[in-house]
């Protein structure tokens, strides 16, 4: 379904008006997309809405339909990006199902282009947790990323079952929360980080500023997500400041 | 215009449909898309091709067009992955000219889901240039991504001008020659490659082998990518085997 109410290729649409039964899952990324019903209406079908209970546990309707027939599912973002997919189509192929993929918008690369930074200079990704499944992964990798001089987009957890999408404030706090505790110097008050809030929505929001300033900052509802740039090159400098409003020193400290 | 004939999202055709001029440019990625005559046919409206040249050097026509009305220009995959589009975008923002992506498929995000590979497991990216302009930057981005067990996504060169696209096999052979210059043991006849040839068409083709068995494979027409795994989960190992027919051998010793 790609990223935004109407970020499905023409090709998914194509495919899904064809098949013998679509399915859909809006629980593997809170993107600010199309409801259920607004899904049923652009594809002017039946829609079945898979929890992950079902899609995870008891595919085997799923899979049963496919022997015999076309099956779409349709997913937030790219397909495959989640785990869940990816075991999904093992499980089809192993039984003698084909399958084939659509591509369309990821968040993995809208961040780049909607801070202008330059995605060849992006480390490996980050998901922050919820406080009650806290991990240091997050800050480990942007440790990790920040030594070599490398951006980091770090995805904020979303529990689709309890209707809950991180916000980049409590994903602010939670980074300088682990700062506290592993005290590695890479996240502080004063570090550049930008807010991705909506990517893909017509209200799109890019804000760039030290983290201080971002968790006072009411960005509107999720989905948000978090970049913090590593070394900067003067276009991506010039980038930060014009389309997310940085902070002229917070970015000057960066060019490298 | 995402990645394959009909990537474009359902709000890029909207946009292109009602803009008051639409340009495209075909230069900045080799993805086996829309022709521009077929992107006028699914339009149903004229497109302005636009080079390099223009795009880089004399975009003033563009912006001027955009001051009094609404200007579309549809980019190959995912837009502002190419500095230029960064570029012209900071122009028309300095300019007072309001601007706005539309997101879409792109190799970035595809290739986890075509090979089965954990997005959050890919270090940064590299291209690996024509031998004309060489540059030991696909291998030392592949050492260091290697060295913290991270997937390498190897982009190859393109020059629309002169119609050339890097071939998998030709991108092998150079990084075996950077081997050889630079001895880190990070790539060798040996090493596990996965090639997908054709992302997001109908015919798209993944492989996964060692990359002297690679080297003597067609994959057919460009455009080609080159990923270069680091250490394996149990689901990645199994879905390069089932995806990608990666030999059991090779895809054991990089489980870690």
Partial sequence: MGLGKKGMPLKGLEEAKQADVVYAEFYTSATPGLSPEELGELLGRRVEVVNRKT????????LRRAKDGRVV???????????THVDLRLRAERE??????????????AVAGLSGL???????????????NPSPRPYEVLAENKARGL?????????????RAMLANQALELMLGLERKYSRGVFS???????????GAEDVLVKASRAGELLRTDFGPPPHSL??????????AEALKILAGAPEGAVNELLG
Same sequence: chains 1, 2.
């Fill in 151 to 163: 951006h980091t987009l770090l995805l904020l957890d979303f529990r689709a079952e309890e209707n």
């Fill in 118 to 132: 330059q995605s060849y200079k992006f480390g490996p990704l980050a998901t922050v947790p919820f406080p009650d």
């Fill in 227 to 236: 970049v913090v740039p590593g070394k900067l090159h003067f276009m991506e």
């Fill in 189 to 199: 008050g004063r570090t550049l980080a930008v807010v991705i809030a909506r990517a």
């Fill in 73 to 83: 599912l349709l997913v937030p973002g790219d397909p495959m990006v989640a785990t």
């Fill in 96 to 109: 003698g199902i084909r399958t084939r993929l659509i591509h369309a918008g990821s968040i993995l690369s």
């Fill in 55 to 62: 899609l995870e546990e008891a595919p085997g309707e799923i």
